[in-house]
């Protein structure tokens, strides 16, 4: 079933009601949220958030896809390696001194 809901003026998205345990069994037998979105017609959006909520609210034990493609990774040193540049700077009176934050490979 397909309803059409507004988002803001002129624009509208097609809603596709997909039961629970069809959502389930594309996510099982899928390798990433792409690929489940593209098996149910929804956006990759729509089927992260959903998958977050059937774990988190409902207790689904639905697997979790390894980070792929080109994404930032978190670079825990070069953050805590800025930290300790702000605090030095903040020490020294140079509040105003912009630190070079760590180049992240």
């Known amino acids: 079933m397909t309803e059409t809901s507004g988002q803001a003026e002129g624009q509208t998205e097609a809603r596709t009601n997909v039961p629970m345990l069809d959502f389930v069994t594309a996510w099982s037998t ?3 949220v792409q690929e489940v979105a593209d098996k149910l017609g929804i956006t990759k959006e729509s089927a992260g958030q959903r998958a977050s909520q059937y774990r988190t609210k409902h207790g689904i034990n639905l697997k979790k896809f390894t980070a792929g493609g ?3 990774r978190l670079d825990i040193n070069a953050a805590n390696e800025l930290i300790a540049q702000l605090a030095e700077a903040e020490a020294e009176g140079e509040g105003e001194a912009e630190p070079t934050p760590a ?3």
């Open 30 to 32: 899928s390798s990433n």
């Open 70 to 72: 080109t994404g930032s």
């Open 103 to 105: 180049k992240t490979t």
